[in-house]
Structure formats: structure tokens, C-alpha cells
């Protein structure tokens, strides 16, 4: 394997031969040689890789090879769909090349979840009921039937509103033996073929779920898992696992079994029995959830909120003992083509008992309510090592790489939470120019994060900086609140100085928002959750990135208050041994947004002064890239490009 690296990144080598204007790197080459030895030796790897390694290429040139010489499966899984379509449309097809002059043949599989994906019978019968119709709805629907071959939405070419492509989509097929036209069959019949699958963590997370509790999942088996982005599977696996209980399921779940054609051939003495029982849980349920409702409008009145379950609820077992009665009840009676309905009852009888049991130490349990005081019981665990140190780490090699789950100098912390244990690692830095071309600066008038005046400050701050930069600029926010306020206060002048003001808002696709920084100079971009990650504009179209606070957790989320509870229970500091290194891997991310590539120039702004009023600002500085450091907002124009 060594020598098929050396072969291929080396000066003359297969890279130079497919990329113009190859040089070796040095960091992409250690990633590719420390990753091949793992896979080699089937052993875990945690590598951070800095912006600019090539790090995707890295992995994947490995990878392919000892998939195709081994007969063997990897997963290659994203967070952001930008690196997705990078790695899918560049980087594979590249490593395809280089396979090609190996004389090995890569194959190779995106796959996505079912909404993503076109049902045919679906369209067929929506068409014909259409047809002769001249609305706009009928126009588009034989728009996408003349698509023949075309079964992924993003390939269609054109855009279909939401609510139309769900009444086509493949979730929820009314087929039951599919043809091999099915997006769905030749999707399982093509990732059976492929050495490569690239999906999304959720897609990963939600298969494994299933794995777990069945033996099987959608993905077929697998030898070894890479997560790319590897800082965001701690969010997408707790909610990928986390489970969620309502009335209203049930009721919904109940409606469409007592309406289905074989319950309603059953006699009256049968159905009637089946009512009673369906009452006594019907009854049972609405109590519990109609107390805690009460419990939770006395403290905390009307707004809505969550509670953190501390001990078992007493009254689930005898409603879990009621729904059980009907299940046995309804199998007694052998009724045909319920066995659906009657899994996704039990499963959700299941879930309620996980979830008044309360036993789980590693699990966090709460109810929610919301302003109409509708109640729903949840349970998600506290990190994944509670659902992947068996059931992932004990089954296959796993790669996890990011820019961002070091902390200082080793993986203590990222490792600990994730639950693997026995690792290699490797930490490579970036090849950018830091001290030439970046600067960070926290100005020295900012007032505290907490007080009334901040954020006036903000705002004002953010003009100030617009006449430095003329636009340019990235605005990331810890809460759309905060960015909301801003927006308002900034209209008015971005719009009498001819700024390009724009805000993340719900329907408009971050892509587009980015495609605006990148296509006019005097666009200033305010974005909060998924502009921390994944936003890549290279060159000198962002040359400005503010940070109004530092990324802290938010204290007021169920899972955030558990895990503060259980580390302060343990006789630990909940701020150094979780709020501290979850705000740093979070402002690597943003401070990582600037730099995109070797041509990339400009300032890092956090307004927030704890960066130099707190003890712990010197390890905040210490923690990102080297660069020069400002107290004065004047100081932009000696690093920003012309």
C-alpha cells in the first residue's frame, strides 16, 4: 500500500498526470499513509486535519485501493453537501482514474435518504389523475415524467415545491413488491455492487439505529466507516437516537387500524373488545400526560418548556401493561395485513417503557410541552459512546476525521464522548499562511456579552467594519434571536449604502445565500447553526468573518442541562470538561470559514471581550491558528486585500 501512495502522490506520479499544476503536499501525504496502515491493521484512527490538507483525497485514495484489492465495502460519510458533491463529482472520479492505472475498477454509490428519491408508481398514478389537466401542478408533474431515467430530485435540472414532490417522493410507498424499476430496489441492487458508499451522518446514524434493533439496516454490510466532518456525528447521533412519545401517535396509529378493511370483517363481539381495550389505554395515557401537563403550566407557566425527568413515572408500567394487552389481543385474533400497524404500536410501547423506566445513567430523559400544552416524553443518550462503543467501534475499523476534534494536543476529550478507545491518531496543520494573511482582533471598547448594551454595540460595530471591508463579510450568531435584531438594525443603513444585506431565513437554501457573497462584493451575510460549518467561499469574495459571542451551549437545552447535571454530580467542572471544549471546536469551525484557500485574506473579529477579560481568553487564542492579535478595529486595513 505504501508504495501505491508513494506512486501516486509523488512528483510525476498518477496525481500529476490528472491535476494540472500538481505539487506533493506533505500533510495529505501522512493522512493517506496513516490511514492506509489502520485500514491495513483494521484499528481506529481520529486524525485533525487543517483547512488546505487535502484531507478527503487523503483518506479516499487509500481506502478505494484496499476496498478493491480486498472485495471489501467502506461508508464515506458527510455532514455538509457541499463536501459531499466535492468528494462525489471531483475527488472520486478522480480516485477512479488512478484506480484505472492501477488497472483496478472502483464502483462507487451515493445514497440518501428515501425522500431524496422519485416513486414511479407514485408519479404513474398521480399523472393519470392529472391528465387533461392545465394547472400548474399537472404542467410540472409531466415535466418530470418526461425525466425517464432520472430518480434522485437533485438531478431533475429544474426546482419542485416541497409540497408536491412529497406526494411523489419515495417515503411511505404504497407498493409492496417492488419492480425493478423502483428507485429504491435499484439503489439496494447497485450499493450491493460498490466498494464506496457516500451518504450523510444522519442517513448512517438512522441506518444504524435500525441495525441495532434488528440485525439489518438499508445499507448492506460494511467493512470500515470514514466520517468526514467528524465534530458533527455528536449531534446527529444523540437525535438520530433519541426517542419520542405523544398522544397523538397513538391516536393516529389507532385510527388507521380501526379503519383498516380487515379489522372492519372482524365481528361485532371481536371489535368491541378490541375497543374496550384500546379505551383502557386510550384512558391511561391521556391521565399521565394530563398531570404532567398540569405539573409543568405551575412551573412554568403557559410559554412552554421542558423537565427533566429525575425517577421512574410509576404509572407506565400499568399503561405499557394495557397497550400489551392489545397487541397479544389483536395476534390472538389473527387478523391479516396489520402486522405494520401493529410493529409501529408496539415500537412506540417500547419507547414509552424505555422512557418512564428512567435507567439508564448515560441517557437523558425529559417532557416538553408547548404553548397549546401539548406534552411529549423523550429520551436521547447523553454521547454516543452510549450507542456506538458496542454496535460500531466493537464491529468495524473507523475513521474519524475533522479540523476540529483535537483539543490541544490530543483527542482526550472527542474520544471520550464518542466512546472509542483503543486508536491511532495523527494531527496535521494546515498549509495557510496565518501570519501573513489573517488577523484576529477583539476590540478593546466591547462591552460585556450580558449587558443591555451589546447589542447596540454589535450593530454598530458591524457598520463601522463595513467601511473597512465594503462588504465581504460573514456574521455568525448563537442564536437566531440575537441575528434577528441585528437584521433589523442593519436594514436601514446597508440599504441607503448600497449593501447587500442578507439574513438566514426559513426557505431560502444557505447555497443561495452563499452564492450572493460570492457573486457580489457588497454582501454582508448574517447566519447562525449550519453557517459555522461547511460554508467554503476560497479567494477574496469573504474577507471578513465576525463573531459577535463565543459559541458556548446553550444551558437552556434538555440534553445540554442533563450533561452539565451529570459531570457537577460527578464532583467535575462542567464549564472546563464540557462548555469549554464544545465552544472551541465550535469557533475553530467559524474561525475556519475565512480561510479556504492559499489565496484567501482577512480578519477574524470576536466582539465578545472574555476572549481577553477571562483567565481562560489566553487558551481560547492558544487554540486557534497563529496569528497576529488587535484591539483595534482600525487594524483591518492593514491586513484586508485591495
Known sequence: MQSFIQRTFQQGGHLSKIVDGYSPRAP?????????????????????????????????????????QNNKK???????????????????????????????NLRYKLIKGKSHYLCKSKLGNLFRELEGSKTREAEMIRRIAEKENVLDRSDLGFQVEDQLWNRISASFCPVKNKSGECSLEKNKAALIGAHIIVTNHAYFFNDLVVRKKTGNGNLPHYDAVIFDEAHEIEDVCCKAFEKKVEVQQFESLFTEFFKHEQVLKLGLDSRLKLNDLHRDFQRQIEDLFERISRYMARNQGSK??????????????????????????VKEMKIKSVSEILDRIFEGNDDLDFIGQVEKKSWAYWATSDERRNIALHAAPLFPKAVLAYGLFDKVPVILASATIATGDNFNFFAGRIGVKDYASIIVGSPFDYANKTMLICPDDAPDPGSNEFMPYVSAKLQEMLMYSGGRMLVLFTSMEKMKRVYQDMSFYCRENGYNLVAQQPGTSREEIIGQLKSNPKTMVLGCTSFWTGVDVPGNALTTVVIPNLPFPMPNEPLIQAQVKLIEDAGRSSFFDYM?????????????????SMACQGVVVILDNRLVKKKYGGMIRHGLPSCPFSRQIDNMINILPC
Open 28 to 68: 495529505q501525504i501522512q493522512i493517506s499513509s496513516k490511514v492506509a496502515e489502520c485500514l491495513g491493521e483494521e484499528r481506529h484512527l481520529l486524525c485533525e486535519a487543517g483547512t488546505g490538507t487535502g484531507k478527503s483525497l487523503g483518506y479516499l485514495l487509500p481506502a478505494a485501493k484496499w476496498a478493491v
Open 74 to 104: 467502506v461508508i464515506i460519510c458527510t455532514h455538509t453537501i457541499p463536501l459531499m458533491n466535492q468528494i462525489l463529482k471531483i475527488e472520486l472520479l478522480r480516485v477512479s482514474q488512478i484506480m484505472r492505472m492501477e488497472n483496478l
Open 304 to 329: 412552554g418548556g421542558f423537565y427533566l425527568i429525575p425517577s421512574k413515572i410509576a404509572a407506565v408500567d400499568e399503561i405499557c401493561t394495557a397497550l400489551g394487552n392489545f397487541i397479544k389481543t
Open 580 to 596: 469549554f471544549p464544545k465552544m472551541m471546536t465550535k469557533l475553530k469551525q467559524g474561525f475556519g470559514r475565512l480561510n479556504r
